[in-house]
């Protein structure tokens, strides 16, 4: 309907009926714009991702999150030499290519003269030529 329309629709009522007209329209209206400003706060809050229960644990009892939540800790020396605590296992092994499953994503480390020095059933070290660090999902 356009506002033509509805001017036409009003004018035919009376003075009395053509104010309450109004006034409905002029309340529907206001409802609108809260509706909307509702959504639009909805919409905020959806963009900022909450936290899960174990990381608000972690936050309010300042555990380390590597171990509550099982995820893995990398430290990385420079270019030569890379510690990752708490991996899931080796996908692929070279000496320019190496691929660790970390549980969470695999991580892909190129460089040259890789080799891993040490290894027990927690953590892996890795020393060479460490060109690029790369999480894949």
Known sequence: ???DHERRILMSFSKKKNRKSTKKRRN???YKDEDQQHLKSKEDTK?????KIGEKITDILELPKEVVLNMSKMTIIGNQELIIENYKGIVEYGTTLIRINTGNHLLKISGKKLCINEITSEDIKITGQIGSLEFQN
Do not use: D, V
């Open 47 to 51: 963009e900022k991702p909450e936290k």
């Open 28 to 30: 529907n209206h206001k």
């Open 1 to 3: 309907m356009t506002l």
